[in-house]
């Protein structure tokens, strides 16, 4: 809708001329107007849409939508650094597909892993920052794979290094000390040959660390000792929980993601585990 502005003119008071001698002046003929006069000139609306359309306006309105995208895309690339320095230097969220801790936890636990006290690594140049933490016996910690770097591991510390450790019967032994477990899961019966194992003396900088469901894990007992300088970080606690089985989760079939994907949006509330969000670890 165009607003239309009305144009006035000045009307000039009558003389005493005219009003004493108004029949010769009407018989005179109308008064002459100056054309210099441009308070009766109305401006005409089909220039302001020329001028709306000119160069200059085109120019200034591509220059206000390029400046918006420049800050646009500046506070995107912001909000991505910050997004990234928080995921490589204080923590980042991941999902358990296994159920190698099961009792403490789940498969289908999204945890938050804290990575900033474990001195987080530099990309490209591979430095580490200080290490703020120390390990102690019966800590969950995330490590590298010792035999492939590339995948990620969930254990809890059983043994330091210089740490003798023996498993008999089940029970594990540290420095000749039987250790109460209260987090360890059991199923199978005692001569099992993963329920004795031993003796071992753990090399210094190294840890041997076990899954809490001891029948069902792939641990030290398997492929040996973690060096210290693969333990990126601990897990904090659940922030949500879905029950689905493990092949479910490892499935990296295209087809199958998406179908995985859709049921979870189907079966959301009914498949949350809700009393497990945000257990602490």
């Known amino acids: ?10 009307t000039a008071p009558a003389s005493p001329a005219t009003t004493s001698h108004g029949m010769a002046a009407a018989i005179a003929g109308p008064a002459i107007t100056s054309p210099t006069d441009s308070s009766h000139v109305c401006p005409s609306s089909s220039s302001a849409v020329v001028a709306a359309n000119s160069p ?10 390029l400046g918006s995208l420049r800050l646009s895309t500046r506070r995107l690339i912001v909000l ?31 945890l938050f892993m804290d990575k900033l006290l474990y ?6 140049v591979h430095w580490r920052l200080p290490v703020l933490k120390s390990i102690h016996r019966g800590d969950i910690i995330v490590f590298r794979y010792p035999k492939d770097v590339k995948e990620t591991f969930l254990k809890r510390v059983t043994a330091l290094g210089g740490d003798r450790l023996e498993i008999k019967n089940g029970v594990l032994y540290v420095n000749s000390q039987p250790v109460v477990e209260p987090y360890a899961v059991h199923h199978a019966p005692v001569h099992n040959p993963l329920e004795s194992w031993g003796p071992t003396v753990v090399p210094e900088g190294k840890l041997f660390v076990m899954g809490d469901n001891r029948d069902n894990s792939s641990d030290s007992r398997d492929w040996g000792f973690v060096p210290m300088s693969n333990v990126i970080g601990e897990p904090l606690f659940v922030y949500w929980s879905y029950d689905a089985p493990t092949a479910r989760w490892l499935d990296e079939n295209p087809g199958h993601r998406i179908s995985f994907y859709a049921s979870i949006a189907e079966n959301f509330f009914s498949n949350t585990r809700w009393s497990r969000t945000g257990m602490l670890l």
Do not use: Q
């Not at 809708?1 to 000045?10: I, V």
């Not at 490589?88 to 999204?110: K, N, Q, R, Y």
């Not at 001195?119 to 490209?124: A, F, K, M, W």
């Open 56 to 65: 200059a306006h085109s120019e200034s309105r591509t220059r206000r939508i």
């Open 1 to 10: 809708m165009h607003s239309l502005g009305l144009c006035d003119r000045a």
């Open 119 to 124: 001195g987080p690594e530099i990309p490209l």
């Open 80 to 110: 991505a650094a910050i997004v990234m320095g928080m995921r490589i230097f204080v923590g980042e969220a991941s999902v358990v597909p296994t159920a190698s801790m099961e009792g403490t936890i789940l498969v289908g636990d999204h």
